[in-house]
């Protein structure tokens, strides 16, 4: 019974070893073009580029080297609240007969100090494909989100420090249904 499971190990082995070589036949070799080279990627995927980021004039970070992720346990939060946050952009907003749906996503940097700055961009469908929003709509909501002052720094190894954050505003049919954080 023993020599028989063996055996069968045996087979079983030969057959994905057979089958991985298939697989990577199949697939081709990796090549040394799909390959990155060395130095490609300068940043991590949530660096905000200082000389493309709107209202970075005057704007400081305090260590442009150690810029931390919204998500870190003890992270910026806008000083009022989240519930703040909502009533202030809401009260200011006005939908304008915007037929917009989509998700427009501002990110920005709060440094230190609890200022916001580096802001950018980014437009989306509700299916998150690219898309290109009424340019008034784009330009107030960037304008409140801009007002939005006197946020909290991420506190982090008893200091507190620079880091990204984002607002997304969800909208359908021109009219704000949520916003992200």
């Known amino acids: 019974m023993i020599k028989a499971l063996k055996i069968i190990g045996i087979i079983i082995g030969i057959l994905i070893a057979a089958y991985a070589l298939l697989i990577l036949n199949?697939?081709?070799?990796?090549?040394?073009?799909?390959i990155p080279k060395k130095g490609v990627f300068e940043h991590s995927a949530?660096?905000?580029?200082?000389?493309?980021a709107l209202l970075n004039e005057g704007f400081e970070v305090c260590d442009e080297n150690f810029i931390l992720q919204y998500y870190?346990?003890?992270?910026?939060?806008y000083s009022k609240g989240k519930n703040g946050l909502r009533n202030f952009v809401l009260s200011n907003y006005k939908s304008n007969n915007y037929t917009d749906s989509g998700?427009?996503?501002i990110?920005?940097?709060?440094?230190?100090?609890g200022e916001a700055g580096r802001y950018i961009i980014h437009e989306n469908n509700l299916d998150l494909e690219p898309q290109i929003?009424?340019?008034?709509?784009?330009?107030?909501?960037?304008?409140?989100?801009?007002?939005?002052k006197n946020w909290n720094?991420?506190?982090?190894?008893?200091e507190h420090r620079d880091s990204y954050m984002y607002i997304s505003y969800r909208i359908e049919n021109g009219?704000?249904?949520e916003i992200i954080p």
């Open 103 to 105: 998700y427009l996503n």
């Open 175 to 177: 009219e704000i249904t």
């Open 153 to 158: 720094p991420n506190f982090f190894h008893n």
């Open 46 to 52: 949530h660096y905000i580029d200082p000389e493309k």
């Open 26 to 34: 199949f697939n081709g070799p990796i090549k040394p073009k799909h």
């Open 133 to 148: 929003f009424n340019k008034d709509l784009v330009a107030q909501l960037f304008k409140i989100t801009t007002q939005l």
């Open 72 to 77: 870190n346990p003890e992270r910026a939060t």
């Open 107 to 113: 990110r920005f940097i709060i440094n230190c100090k």
